[in-house]
């Protein structure tokens, strides 16, 4: 399609679509017409991948998640379709600025971090690969809070409202809904039961098209909304209750209201469930509905159906799978099971106690009571199987998800090489015993074409003119660019692409926030969810015994930096918050230092999202990932700064260890302890204050907070972090400060040799394309669901 011919279709598009002429088209319009234009470029790769997957008969992945933090589609399905140079054009020439167009579009947050953002990286790759697949989650209608800092410095969260504005991609599909009955009875009639729900909300489909790279392939992302059966009831408003004739309405839309801000504490919310059970069960009914379309048989269910289950929230599908099939479809219930299992995959995506899901039986058997009977029987056949087992799915009233997830999946997987022999030695060290081939690696990755190629196009020019084309599905390619790093040629145009990238960065933080940032400065940029075991605290800390010395010493030669911080803490997490408080102030502090002017600026902007990631990770120099060792199941943000020629700061975590090998330990600065020595650590009870003694630097930085130097003097203000630190530090910050001081020291030391650090960071892009996605899902198709490419 040429820019002319995209130009039509965006003016058809305005006039019959948005009901505009272009002499009073707005932004939104211009926005939506453009979308609609590039929609209909993917309605044929979707047709036919749908055809073709028909045609061959092929198996299909159903991605069950809770979350798919797809942030923007528009500039996305333009890379992907080939059409960036045409859609530029074709908008200017229409008199509206291409970048404002793109920024109309909503962030879609529907997920919390790193888990709902690899679902949406594993979209792009299925698509990409030509693996028939279908994404089945929930179509929220608040996604993950606003965040907005209070004149205090604290946390403020507002509602998300990305449905105020039709969106423009998806297609709402009426013709699939379904029931879905919660609570009841169940009454045995022979050998199956009979569930009568007590009340019901119907599923209503939408789908958008996930389009792949060069526009070969488009799978499908389903969401279901929640609404009532019947949408109003005219007795009680003709009997002038106004109010409760809506309320029936109002009640089946809170399932598919909001989605849950919390990313590693599971509280068992009825809510929670009710969601958990909804959406899955609408995707079961909606897969066993295409399969039956198709075959007779439904022992040959699992050649036809491959069902991941990201994490446990849709833990629910073995038992509503075995529910279908046994008491619905009347097959004999052992032989449900296995068919079940057979289709259903599991991925860990965390170690965390306080995050693995259980149910109450209590709330289970009133809100799904067949299926309490069920996870029962599967206890049950499991112990009579394996009488040795220690642990069971049900305990001290409680469900297990974890282990009722283990139990139902022919597969488990980790998300890194670490993750994996966690799994296999802590949590599920009983379960792998007794299945010792269940547990399988699958290292996660992320998209090259939006972290690299949308994100970074001055970066991916330079690739392309280095190395040729084609290496954005063939990611491993960027080791071609090795010889080239050698040359200073190279290295120059490396290190103008990272100014380039900075000065853009730097321009925003003073738009948007108005602080003057250095562009020559190191950007040392740490992004992702507040949690103290990703200890943004450790960094803060660090932060404020530099700027104490370089108070002391402003000529003793520091690398100039500027301290970047984004996220979001969930409401709930009050020490997350005081982080968060903290950092705030911190910057206020030192951003008013004339001493430090030049040397140190902290920068904090609100709200981090895809979007804003988008923005920060190309203009970063140093990459934070200093997670207590054991504690971040992979981390996929560490991947995308690799890639984007950021150096490392971090621990012997997740991916971090898989990056570090790749990239070589001389390209990497590794501080802190092992997760073995962390626990062995934790075993003394002064290992913090002993940490703190040994450390005049870190009580230095602990004192200068109790002395209110960030609260205007008032001493109490953060005893919550810092009581912490010295009487408990699980995260043990206090014992890995000195070793993150030393090794930031290194940074710096570093950084001052810059051409050899351009190098370095050249290298890290050149070494990491292993992260791609692509390559991690072709380990699921191959390892976990059985499935050949069809391109
Ligand atoms: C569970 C129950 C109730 C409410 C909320 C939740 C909930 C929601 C989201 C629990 C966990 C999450 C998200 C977890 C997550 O994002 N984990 C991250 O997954 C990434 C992809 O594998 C990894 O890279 C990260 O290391 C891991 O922290």
């Not at 010295?726 to 910050?733: E, L």
Request: charge should be negative; charged fraction near 25%; glycine fraction near 6%.
């Amino acid at each position: 399609m040429t820019a002319t011919e995209l130009r039509e279709a965006i003016l058809r598009h305005l006039e019959f679509s948005q009901g505009k002429d272009l002499a009073h088209a707005s932004l939104y319009d211009m926005r939506m017409a453009l979308t609609l234009a590039i929609r209909d470029r993917i309605i044929e790769p979707w047709f036919h991948a749908t055809r073709a997957t028909y045609a061959a008969q092929s198996k299909r992945v159903y991605y069950l998640s809770m979350e798919f933090l797809i942030g923007r589609l528009l500039e996305d399905a333009i890379l992907n379709v080939g059409l960036t140079e045409a859609a530029h054009e074709a908008v200017s020439g229409l008199g509206f600025d291409f970048r404002d167009v793109l920024n109309d579009e909503p962030d879609a947050a529907l997920g919390n971090g790193g888990l709902g953002r690899l679902a949406a990286c594993f979209l792009d790759s299925m698509s990409t690969l030509g693996c028939p697949a279908y994404g089945y989650g929930i179509r929220y209608e608040h996604g993950l809070f606003r965040q907005s800092f209070g004149p205090d410095g604290r946390q403020v969260e507002d509602a998300e409202d990305w449905l105020r504005q039709s969106h423009g991609w998806e297609f709402e599909r009426p013709e699939a809904s379904f029931r879905i009955g919660f609570g009841g009875s169940v009454a045995e009639s022979g050998r199956s039961a009979v569930w009568t729900p007590e009340n019901a909300v119907m599923a209503k489909a939408y789908d958008t098209p996930i389009v792949g790279w060069q526009g070969k392939w488009a799978n499908t992302l389903r969401l279901w909304g929640a609404e009532p059966l019947r949408a109003f009831d005219l007795a009680a408003f003709n009997k002038g209750d106004f109010t409760g004739a809506a309320a029936p309405e109002a009640l089946a839309r809170t399932i598919s209201r909001v989605l849950y801000p919390d990313d590693t504490t599971a509280q068992g919310k009825e809510l929670r469930l009710k969601q958990e059970f909804f959406f899955t069960a609408a995707s079961l009914r909606d897969i066993l509905r295409r399969f039956t379309s198709e075959h007779s048989d439904l022992r040959a269910l699992p050649s036809r159906v491959a069902i991941q289950m990201n994490d446990t929230h849709p833990a629910i599908a073995g038992p509503e799978l075995i529910r279908l099939l046994a008491d619905e479809r009347g097959l004999p219930f052992e032989e449900a099971v296995d068919t079940a299992r057979a289709c259903l995959g599991y991925t860990n995506h965390t170690l965390m106690p306080e995050a693995l899901e259980r149910w109450s039986e209590s709330l289970m058997a009133e809100v799904l009571p067949r299926h309490m009977q069920i996870i029962e029987r599967i206890d049950e056949m499991h112990a009579k199987a394996h009488p040795t087992r220690k642990s069971s799915i049900l305990e001290n009233g409680e469900v297990k998800m974890g282990e009722l997830s283990f139990i139902m999946a022919h597969r488990v997987n980790g998300v890194s090489a670490l993750h994996t022999e966690l799994v296999k030695s802590t949590v599920f060290s009983d379960l792998h015993a007794l299945h010792p081939d269940r547990i399988v690696n699958e290292t996660n990755g992320v998209t090259p074409r939006r972290w690299i190629k949308g994100a970074n196009p001055r970066l991916s020019s330079l690739i392309t003119e280095t190395i040729g084309e084609g290496w954005e599905d063939h990611l491993e390619r960027l080791t071609e660019l090795e010889p080239a790093i050698e040359t200073q040629e190279f290295r120059d145009r490396f290190a103008a692409v990272k100014a380039a990238n900075k000065a853009d960065l730097a321009e925003w933080i003073g738009t948007t926030m108005g602080i003057s940032v250095n562009p020559d400065a190191m950007f040392d940029v740490q992004i992702k969810r507040f949690h103290e075991y990703k200890r943004q605290h450790l960094n803060i800390l660090e932060t404020i015994a530099l700027w104490l010395e370089m108070r002391e010493n402003p000529k003793a030669g520091w690398a100039p930096r500027v301290k970047i911080f984004g996220g979001k803490a969930a409401p709930g997490y009050v020490m997350a918050k005081e982080i968060i408080h903290l950092i705030n102030n911190v910057a206020r502090v030192v951003n008013a230092d004339k001493a430090t002017r030049e040397l140190l600026t902290v920068v904090y902007p609100p709200n981090y999202n895809v979007t804003m990631a988008e923005k920060l990770i190309p203009a970063a120099d140093l990459s934070e990932q200093i997670s207590t060792a054991g504690k971040e199941a992979s981390g996929t943000g560490n991947m995308k700064f690799s890639l984007n020629g950021a150096l490392t700061i971090g621990t012997l975590d997740g991916a971090n260890v898989e990056i570090r090998d790749l990239v070589g330990e001389e390209n990497f600065f590794l501080f802190g302890m092992t997760a073995d020595e962390v626990v062995e650590r934790r075993r003394h009870p002064d290992h913090a204050s002993s940490a703190i003694a040994e450390s005049p630097r870190l009580t230095a930085a602990i004192e200068a907070i109790e002395a209110g130097m960030f609260s205007n003097g008032d001493k109490a203000m953060y005893r919550m972090i810092t009581q912490n630190l010295r009487a408990h530090d699980y995260f043990t910050v206090c014992a890995d400060f000195d070793s993150y001081w030393d090794a930031q020291r290194r940074v710096d030391t570093a950084w001052f040799d810059r051409d050899n650090w351009t190098r370095m960071a050249a290298l890290n892009a050149a070494r990491t394309g292993w992260f791609s996605s692509d390559r991690t899902i072709k380990g699921y198709m191959g390892d976990i669901w059985n499935i050949s490419p069809m391109i």
